[in-house]
Nanobody, 119 residues
Framework: QVQLVESGGGRVQPGGSQRLSCAASGRSVSFATMAWYRQAPGQQRELVAFITNSGNTNYADSVKGRFTISRDNAKNTWYLQMNSLRPEDTAVYYC?????????????WGQGTQVTVSS
């Protein structure tokens, strides 16, 4: 089993910054892609950013220039640095990863961490 655990959520004022972490544990796997999703109340879960094992990154248009995804392979952890936060960034943030196991793609999700941007 692979477990993903997020940390770093909480309440922050508009314009502030916050960093989320996602730590993987359990069965040793090599992740192909690591990502962050978010889901606001009444909305669908959306992809925020991803990073591949080769270091390529991509971002949702709504967070480009404000959020940065990074990873620490030695710690099997990845991060989401969020700057210039806005009230519309309020959501539950989930970390996600996938790996190729044999001929199958396995996917893993964290339990989610709440980020609230409010004054």
């Amino acid at each position: 089993q692979v477990q993903l655990v997020e940390s770093g959520g909480g309440r922050v004022q508009p314009g502030g910054s916050q960093r989320l972490s996602c730590a993987a544990s359990g069965r040793s796997v090599s992740f192909a892609t690591m990502a962050w999703y978010r889901q606001a109340p009444g909305q669908q879960r959306e992809l925020v950013a991803f990073i591949t094992n080769s270091g390529n990154t991509n971002y949702a248009d709504s967070v480009k220039g404000r959020f940065t995804i990074s990873r620490d392979n030695a710690k099997n952890t990845w991060y989401l640095q969020m700057n210039s936060l806005r009230p519309e960034d309020t959501a539950v943030y989930y970390c996600y990863a996938n790996s190729l196991v044999g001929l199958q793609i396995e996917t893993y999700w964290g339990q989610g961490t709440q980020v609230t941007v409010s004054s």
